[in-house]
């Protein structure tokens, strides 16, 4: 009997089968050569509107380098605990980066604690403000810092041209977003989560039913599998990892954006896979006082805005306030 078989899941975090006509692969070549932008953007307004998450194939973004990235974050997260907690994320304050051991970053608190270590880190800079200043990085493994530089600068370069075609697919001009997005707050995360074996329980997993705070967020995982989304009809399916693709899926900021028109897909991690599983997440937001409100061809007498405006900073960061005692002592 496989593990996965053998273990008791809770009737809560049963999950389907689900065929890529549920979450489909959406072939970005002609967004990222310049081609014909305009078809992509309105396959992915389609996926937003309809479905919340996709995957990307033929994003431009080089395979070893995405190797490089999985082999430097389990070659740290693999280190002694003693190790990793000398870059806590408590160390850096506002800025935020760094070391986030078991059960000290809970996106569900009310209902389930998160069996998973995570690393933070983004562009580094000297001043320190709310999601900004100087990473904290390991010395081990040696080419840390060099690999996701590289992949970080490889995901800023992907996320513009996406959030250019979530643009037009609002029919708005392509840089309508990047007068907003100057200097965004970006979290470059790291993600390892633990096999979990007997019975288990809503109380704990991988991580818990959330949407994302930001904008943007650019996936890549492994070959494990665990990530499970909840579509339309309130069902939780599968997302399981397809070779070099990335899943996109837009946060909270676009909800907003479009007055509910493309919803903030709620996903969770179950890992009973028996194996360890990581994954490489990418999230980009706005300039930290870059004002949200319902875009123009979004709202109208029929349909007024839903929202009232609000800063990408504050919103984000009264977020994470809730998940680091840190913050608030």
Not at 12 to 31: G, M, N, Q, Y
Not at 103 to 132: H, M, Q, W
Not at 141 to 154: I, L, M, N, V
Request: charged share 20%; proline share 6%.
């Amino acid at each position: 009997m496989s593990t996965a078989s053998a273990n008791q899941l809770d009737s809560r975090l049963e999950s389907k089968s689900t065929s890529f006509s549920e979450i489909p692969i959406i072939d970005i070549a002609a967004l990222i050569d310049g081609s014909n932008p305009m078809k992509v953007a309105d396959e992915i307004g389609y996926v937003c509107e309809n479905i919340g998450l996709l995957y990307i194939k033929n994003h431009g973004v080089d395979k070893q380098l995405i190797k490089d990235a999985y082999a430097q974050a389990q070659a740290f997260l693999n280190l002694p605990l003693e190790q990793k907690q000398q870059l806590n994320i408590i160390n850096s304050g506002q800025t935020l980066r760094g070391y986030i051991p078991m059960y000290a970053d809970n996106v569900d608190p009310e209902n389930t604690r998160d069996f998973k270590e995570c690393f933070d880190f983004g562009l580094n800079e000297t001043s320190i403000s709310p999601f900004f200043g100087p990473n904290l990085i390991p010395e081990q493994p040696a080419s840390f810092k060099e690999t996701f530089e590289q992949y970080h600068d490889a995901m800023m370069t992907l996320s513009r041209r996406l959030i250019r075609a979530i643009a037009l697919s609002l029919k708005l001009p392509a840089d309508y977003f990047e007068k907003l997005q100057k200097k965004p707050i970006t979290i470059q995360r790291l993600l390892h989560y633990p096999p979990q074996k007997g019975k288990v329980t809503l109380e704990e997993i991988g991580i818990g039913a959330h949407t994302d705070y930001g904008f943007l967020t650019i996936l890549s995982q492994d070959s494990v599998g665990g990530l499970q989304v909840q579509n339309r009809n309130g069902e939780w399916v599968s997302a399981p990892p397809v070779e070099d693709t990335f899943i996109v899926n837009i946060g909270d900021l676009v909800q907003t954006f479009t007055n509910d028109r493309y919803i903030s897909t709620a996903h969770r991690v179950i890992n009973t896979s028996g194996k360890e599983r990581y994954s490489v997440p990418f999230f980009i937001d706005l300039d930290f006082n870059a004002e949200v409100s319902v875009v123009p061809t979004c709202h109208n007498d029929e349909n007024p805005a839903k929202y009232e405006p609000y800063t990408c900073g504050q919103h984000k960061y009264e977020r994470f306030v809730d998940s680091y005692a840190h913050l608030t002592s």
